[in-house]
């Protein structure tokens, strides 16, 4: 069974750095917008009725594949920290994390596979792995998804599809979302351009934590804005096509920067490397940024440097939750920077970076 003390000290598996594409994209994840019927959306729901879908949701997760180990975390009895934990752990967002309803999330091993339960909807499933592959996540969701509406009845219309609390999200209730790092193309100044083409295509792009959040080390959630009037294969298309058109974007310009500043972004990526490596106090956002650049060395074949493992598990273990669930106490912003600090340099000389 999962629970925050082996999530703690175990990594999320699609950190591995081994799915296609992973130099470029981080993660591939999909999520999909379920509620049950009769019962109201959670913002109209009484308590009672929101205790029922979370044991109605738990009752059926544990006959459903790979959920039959899942942990469940009710947001009303964790700690704050261990509910900001989950926010950087990618597995539940903001909005869960706050409020005073019943609601919680379902994790799987590994963490593969989540369940936000009462949010905006009485369900929000999830499926999330390494890099650019959303045939993967879309198969392991699906399935899922199949699995539980045996025994759970959902809120669906054929003229509609799925229906849903925020009328964007109504029919096939899904969204699909890549986080890619761009880097070339910042430095290059031909993001704005770019990423312009990607929402005349109906797509969306975003922060590090998705909707409503800020970009930090050169990172972007992609993913698609509508949801009713096309089918969940025409979304992952869509979504698709305009992904491999980032990375060769993202490759070219990478390119031209090796033929014509070399030395300027080898600099860069070991200034960075040396910062991470020798650190002795070192806040979050400054470990993402430098992670960017040693992220970026790495695509482009510098050797010596660490694995895309260790940068992948160092930019997750670094932000503030996780580095107070390590040491086991609250810590001060200033004990946090020398905590991590320590933390990072461990994790690199463990890998000989």
Request: net charge neutral.
């Amino acid at each position: 069974m999962v629970t925050l003390s082996t999530m703690i000290q175990t990594p999320s598996a699609w950190l591995d750095g081994k799915g296609p594409h992973a130099g470029i994209v981080l993660s591939s994840r999909l999520r999909l917008a379920r509620n049950l019927a009769p019962i109201p959306f959670p913002a109209r729901a009484r308590k009672e009725q929101l205790n029922g879908v979370i044991q109605s949701v738990i009752a059926a997760a544990r006959g459903a594949s790979p959920l039959t180990e899942a942990g469940f975390f009710p947001m009303n009895d964790i700690a704050e920290m261990d509910r900001t934990f989950l926010v950087e752990r990618h597995l539940i967002s903001r909005d869960l994390s706050q409020g005073s309803r019943a609601r919680g999330v379902l994790v799987a091993p590994g963490e593969n596979v989540s369940i936000m339960v009462n949010e905006e909807d009485h369900l929000r499933l999830q499926a999330i792995t390494s890099g650019f592959d959303l045939a993967e996540v879309w198969a392991l969701i699906s399935d899922v998804d199949d699995l539980l509406n045996r025994d759970l009845d959902y809120a669906y219309r054929p003229d509609y599809g799925y229906l849903t609390a925020c009328p964007t999200n109504v029919g096939t209730g899904m969204r699909a979302s890549v986080l890619i790092h761009l880097p070339a193309l910042v430095l290059t100044k031909q993001l704005k351009k770019i990423l312009q083409g990607v929402a005349a295509v109906g797509l969306a792009v975003r922060g590090f934590y998705g909707e409503g959040t800020d970009v930090m080390g050169n990172f972007f959630q992609v993913s698609n804005q509508q949801t009713l009037g096309r089918a969940e294969l025409e979304i992952l298309e869509n979504l698709e096509r305009v992904t491999n058109q980032l990375i060769e974007f993202e490759g070219r310009a990478r390119e031209a920067m090796l033929r014509t500043a070399r030395l300027q972004v080898e600099d860069k990526v070991w200034r960075a490397f040396g910062t991470l490596r020798y650190s002795r106090s070192i806040s979050s956002q400054e470990v993402i940024s430098l992670s960017s650049a040693v992220r970026f060395g790495l695509a482009m074949g510098i050797d010596g440097l660490t694995d895309l493992m260790t940068l992948n598990e160092i930019m997750v273990y670094s932000q503030p939750a996780h580095v107070q669930a390590l040491a086991g106490q609250p810590l001060e912003s200033s004990e946090r920077n020398v905590y991590r600090a320590d933390m990072i340099r461990r994790r690199l000389a463990a890998v000989g970076g």
